[in-house]
């Protein structure tokens, strides 16, 4: 019998070692061969909204929209290419009713750092006014409004996929609405519609970042 | 009326056929004395220690050791229930909102809600004998918002002769209240009417801003009563209740810099009038006949504080009238049958709702008593309701006691519960012109989605259409196990368990989204929750007059649909330091909003008779509590989410003087507990002094 122990013994820490070192070597051949992606912070980027009269409801005073090219990672000017525009809580993509280019968008659920590719099956849409492919309203799209402390939050696992003029993919996320990203922001002392965001260009053209 | 007529007819041919020789002995057993004699669980007197399900009694004497007024301050203090403010003060039961427990005075409902609560300081306890707290779904006696619980409200009975009595206090706040009521009795007639003023001043946390936190408002109570023997066999009752409440709310909006000021007249009134007629057809079979009848309407006017110009203008009109046959048979000792029938009509005509088809609803119920042995006794029980709007409802119950020992009693129940969609949920036709969004209730959907549709206004629609528009009634199975241990005279201790299945909760949910990006709403049955835990009360009479009780509620209540996203995946936190996203874990969700899981009070009560010294003091510990979601995924599960935990400390002590005068200073919330940010509500300390005089005769 002891033979047989000593034999399972063997066999048993084979097993062990070959199993560890077959996993290891499928993990490096799994490895993405792209170069580890630069994850871009933007911080407090104020996109002011139009001054509106509360009780009417009429602009008293129209803003300009706020134009960024993810790829240069920069503010640029309406008349160069731009694949985003933010201005209040509305973000538009530079496509459809929006602009001239043929970028797109759609909002997934899930975390930044997991997700990896573009999930099958996800439909962006351009923007068709007043219907945006990056919806407005509350819970619809990438933030949430509380009506009791007037705040914006950004809803927590929503990740906007941008599809950039140049067709290119970008996954972005939205972590504050309020300048210096406060822990917990007032409505009536911070600065609203000052974004802090993060997100990842994979300028090769593939749908995995 | 057709299920009436039937009724009748049944009630007398049944009344004719066993009513000759049966001799019954009461369901309630010698020894019993008024106190611990209710009627809400089975709609006939039975003693509280055979009842086999879980019932709180809380008498005059409580009443008014306490120096109470008004109902949520009662309630406040009961083991188990909890206040919660919501479009006014409503009562949680089991964990259970507001929406689904039902309101009765002497057996008959309340009506008038707002968002599904029913303010409850509108009922005044200057006539109040005893409130019966029933606890767990009585839908198969009581029919819909039975599901949670019942709260019966028992008034006074006039005594042989006349008496009077005038009252009056003052208090922080420029709280008042004036009561005057006289009774008359005689072996035939009785009669007994009421008056009361209530008005309190209101108070500001933030007296810097424009407006006041709670806003100053007087209200008026008028009851008359009267009870009147036709014969040994025959009694008519009839009685009147009317409401009056005036409150003059002002507020802010916006910012400081550019504050729009709002001031406001709102009116609330209410009455109820109730005729019954008695009659013993012999001595095992008793008979009734009610009729009752309420309306409740709300009127409000917001205008500009500095235009004068309207701002919100909106009205409220409910009437609700009943019809209903209440039967008692006793075939022996130990069964007793109790059922009826009845038929309710009830209309609503509001600002923001169409014509409204009045309801109708029909129903039957039938229980059965049942005195298995002299230690284990049962209820057997079922209601169906059928109703013009919405799915019939088949309501049934079971409950089972018994005697392991005399001094421990065990009891179990399971009952079915239901709440049908209101006229809200059905009705509401409301287009937001400004913001562009429609709400729409589940009978006025399709008709407006078409009409949107055919203007080319639907950009989507967001459910499928076989899935909208029928709306069926919320749904509850209950489950409640307890027992009562009574090892001494002095002491006695229960417990109970319970849990509560809740499915197809009415929520507001967008249907389709429009052209101008703005959404349609409707009502839809969507979530299950459930709420379960454990009640523990204890009483302590070391001495004659004094009572000692402590009450536990151990509670936990959540959604069932969160705990499966949550399972999957699917509802992450961003840490709000590091702004890093990641998943919520099930241990972090902390269930439905504003349910404490831990609550609890102490309470010494003194009453010595022949000082004429009445005196409390009341602990109320309500536990830590979510009050929203701060970090946008909709669920508690933050540390900031939750209203901190707190005690009220309440007391009062009164003195009666040559059995005519009472004296009676007391303080509420003396440890001056508040919280502006999180309860505006709930005021500070509040002192006050009263006087009643008392006079009496033959």
Redo the contacts between chains.
């Keep these: 019998m002891r033979i047989f122990d000593k034999l399972f013994v063997y066999v048993f820490l084979f097993m062990a070692v070959f199993t560890f070192v077959s996993c290891g070597s499928e993990e490096e051949k799994s490895e993405d061969p792209v170069p580890d992606l630069e994850v871009v912070l933007i911080k407090d980027l104020a996109a002011p909204n139009d001054v509106i009269d509360?009780?009417t409801?009429q602009v008293v005073e129209e803003r300009p929209f706020v134009y960024f090219n993810l790829a240069k990672g920069e503010v640029v000017s309406e008349d160069e290419t731009w694949d985003i525009a933010i201005k209040g809580l509305a973000i538009r993509v530079n496509g459809g009713t929006s602009g001239e280019g043929d970028a797109a968008a759609a909002v997934v659920?899930g975390?930044?750092e997991e997700l990896m590719e573009v999930p099958a099956g996800t439909e962006f849409a351009q923007d068709n006014a007043?219907?945006?492919a990056i919806?407005?309203?509350s819970?619809n799209g990438w933030?949430?409004y509380?009506p009791?402390?007037h705040?914006v939050?950004?809803?927590?696992?929503r990740i906007i996929l941008v599809r950039t003029h140049e067709g290119k993919f970008t996954k972005l996320?939205i972590?504050?609405y309020y300048k210096g990203?406060p822990?917990?922001p007032d409505a009536?002392r911070d600065q609203s519609a000052t974004y802090?965001f993060r997100y990842v260009h994979q300028p090769n053209g593939s749908e995995r970042f | 009326m057709r299920v009436i007529f039937y009724l009748l007819i049944l009630t007398f041919c049944l009344s004719s056929t066993y009513a000759q020789d049966l001799v019954h002995k009461d369901s309630i057993r010698e020894g019993a004395t008024l106190a611990n004699i209710v009627v809400t669980a089975t709609r006939n007197e039975k003693q509280i220690e055979v009842l086999p399900v879980p019932i709180t009694v809380v008498s005059r004497e409580q009443i008014e050791a306490s120096g109470l007024l008004r109902l949520n301050e009662l309630l406040a203090e009961q083991t188990g229930l909890a206040v919660t403010e919501d479009h006014g003060s409503g009562v949680q039961i089991q964990g259970l909102s507001p929406d689904y427990t039902l309101i009765l005075i002497d057996g008959e409902p309340l009506i008038g809600r707002t968002a599904g609560t029913l303010e409850l300081s509108r009922i005044a306890l200057a006539d109040v004998e005893r409130i019966e707290i029933l606890k767990g779904p009585s839908s198969s006696l009581y029919g819909s918002e039975a599901l949670a619980g019942v709260i019966n409200i028992i008034t006074k009975k006039p005594k042989q002769g006349w008496k009077t009595t005038l009252s009056g206090r003052y208090g922080t706040n420029q709280t008042s209240d004036f009561t005057a009521d006289g009774s008359y009795a005689n072996e035939k007639l009785s009669v007994y009417a009421l008056l009361n003023r209530y008005q309190t001043g209101g108070f500001d946390f933030n007296p810097e801003r424009f407006g006041q936190t709670v806003a100053p408002f007087h209200n008026y109570t008028a009851r008359f009563k009267v009870a009147y023997q036709l014969s040994s066999r025959t009694e008519l009752d009839f009685s009147s209740r009317i409401f009056y409440e005036n409150q003059n709310p002002s507020f802010g909006i916006g910012s400081e810099a550019d504050l729009l000021k709002i001031v406001g007249d709102g009116r609330v009134q209410d009455y109820n009038h109730k005729l019954d007629l008695r009659h013993r057809f012999s001595d095992s079979f008793k008979s009734q006949l009610r009729l009752y009848h309420s309306a409740y309407s709300t009127n409000n006017e917001l205008r500009e504080f500095e235009s004068g110009s309207m701002y919100d203008a909106n009205f409220f009109n409910q009437n609700f009238l009943r019809i209903e046959s209440l039967n008692e048979y006793y075939h022996s000792d130990a069964h007793i049958l109790t059922f009826g029938g009845g038929v309710v009509r009830e209309a609503v005509e509001a600002t923001r709702y169409n014509d409204v088809t009045p309801f109708l609803s029909q129903y039957l119920f039938a229980q059965h008593e049942w005195e298995i042995s002299p230690r284990m006794n049962s209820i057997i029980g079922a209601r169906f309701d059928t109703h013009s709007e919405y799915n019939s409802q088949l309501s049934p119950k079971l409950a089972l006691r018994y005697e392991l020992a005399p001094w421990l009693n065990l009891r179990a129940s399971v009952a079915a519960g239901f709440k049908a969609p209101d006229f809200r949920q059905l009705y509401l036709n409301f287009d937001n012109a400004v913001v562009g969004y429609a709400v729409l209730g589940a009978a006025e959907l399709a008709e407006g989605l078409q009409r949107l549709e055919s203007q080319g206004q639907i950009a989507q629609m967001l459910f499928p259409a076989e899935q909208i528009g029928n709306l069926r009634a919320e749904r509850s199975w209950a489950y409640n196990i307890g027992a009562v241990f009574t090892p001494h005279q002095k002491f006695s201790f229960s417990i109970n368990a319970f849990h509560n299945e809740v499915r197809d909760l009415i929520e507001t949910q967008p249907i389709a989204q429009k052209q101008n990006g703005q959404f349609v709403f409707s009502y839809l049955n969507l979530n299950s929750v459930f709420t379960q835990g454990a009640e523990l009360e204890s009483h302590y009479t070391p001495l004659k007059g004094l009572r000692i009780s402590a009450g536990y509620q151990y509670l936990i209540a959540k959604d069932r649909d969160v705990i499966a996203a949550i399972e999957n995946g699917e509802v992450f936190k961003r840490d709000s330091e590091t702004l890093r996203t990641r998943r919520v874990r099930a241990d972090e969700y902390g269930g439905l909003f504003n349910r404490s899981r831990h609550s609890g009070n102490l309470k010494i009560f003194y009453c010595e008779s022949k000082t004429g010294i009445e005196s409390s003091l009341r602990a109320v510990w309500r536990g830590r509590y979510g009050f929203g979601d701060l970090n946008a995924n909709q669920i508690l599960d933050n540390d900031n989410e939750y209203v901190p935990g707190f005690v009220t400390l309440h007391a009062a002590i009164a003195k009666t003087f040559k059995q005519k005068y009472r004296l009676q200073m007391g303080c509420d919330n003396f440890l001056n507990q508040t919280n502006s940010r999180l309860i505006p509500t709930m005021p500070g300390r509040l002192w006050y002094a009263a006087l009643r005089l008392q006079f009496e005769g033959n």
């Design positions: 509360r009780e409801g659920s975390i930044f007043p219907n945006l919806p407005m309203g819970g933030y949430s509380n009791q402390s705040i939050s950004p809803i927590a696992g996320e972590l504050s990203a822990a917990e009536f802090t």
